[in-house]
């Protein structure tokens, strides 16, 4: 079973910034697409943003620069760089793998951001 493995959130003030780490296995992390989404209360899951085996990045309209996505390639972790944070940025983030050869897709177990002051 493949286990991506998440840390990282918590609370964090409006306008600051935080950073979501997911853990992959090797094989996984080198030949899935990797993203990040959120679920916030009452709304469905959405994409923040993907990076591609290539390098290649993809974001949601909404982000806006605000947030961005990097790979290091050493830890098999993908990072989610959150900045200037707000209260509608508050929900849970998950890290997703996808598989450019199948259906198969791997959730991470989720971490919870709070933006408050």
């Known amino acids: 079973q493949v286990q991506l493995v998440q840390s990282g959130g918590g609370l964090v003030q409006p306008g600051g910034s935080l950073r979501l780490s997911c853990a992959a296995p090797?094989?996984?992390?080198?030949?899935?697409?990797m993203g990040w989404y959120r679920q916030a209360p009452g709304k469905q899951r959405e994409m923040v943003g993907t990076?591609?085996?290539?390098?290649?990045?993809n974001y949601a309209d909404w982000v806006k620069g605000r947030f961005t996505i990097s790979k290091d390639n050493v830890n098999h972790t993908v990072l989610l760089h959150m900045n200037k944070v707000n209260a509608d940025d508050t929900a849970v983030y998950y890290c997703?793998?996808?598989?450019?050869?199948?259906?198969?897709?791997?959730w991470g177990q989720g971490t919870q951001v709070t933006v408050s002051s």
């Open positions: 990076i591609a085996p290539s390098g290649d990045e």
């Open positions: 997703n793998a996808q598989s450019i050869r199948t259906p198969a897709t791997y």
């Open positions: 090797r094989n996984i992390f080198f030949t899935n697409i």
